[in-house]
Nanobody
Framework: VQLQASGGGLVQAGGSLRLSCAAS????????AGWYRQAPGKQRELVAL???????ITADSVKGRFTITTDNTKKTVYLQMNRLKPEDTAVYYC??????WGQGTLVTVSS
């Protein structure tokens, strides 16, 4: 299984980005997916998780600003990020079915 993450970039504070993570290979469906991030000098942390039952867990730091969704017809996980803050700057990683990781995509939020 390969995961291709995309959508990162440089954005001003208050702006929006949408990250995508497309799964390919030997995967029939996305049963659970998550986005994590790692800022320089910090540990990787959970941003949001979603299950195929519709359960969602969102970190307090992004609650109300970030939304995780999946599209199983495209085997893709999305992270819509609104009202971005400089402290959201990090490399964002996707995880699918708790076993596969994407390569990371850099999000930089300028003040």
């Amino acid at each position: 299984v390969q995961l291709q993450a995309s959508g990162g970039g440089l954005v001003q504070a208050g702006g929006s980005l949408r990250l995508s993570c497309a799964a390919s290979g030997n995967i029939s469906s996305i049963n659970a997916a998550g986005w994590y991030r790692q800022a320089p000098g910090k540990q990787r942390e959970l941003v949001a998780l979603i299950s195929n039952m519709g359960s969602v867990i969102t970190a307090d730091s992004v609650k109300g600003r970030f939304t995780i969704t999946t599209d199983n017809t495209k085997k893709t996980v999305y992270l819509q990020m609104n009202r971005l803050k400089p402290e959201d700057t990090a490399v964002y990683y996707c995880n699918v079915n708790f076993g596969y990781w994407g390569q990371g995509t850099l999000v930089t939020v300028s003040s």
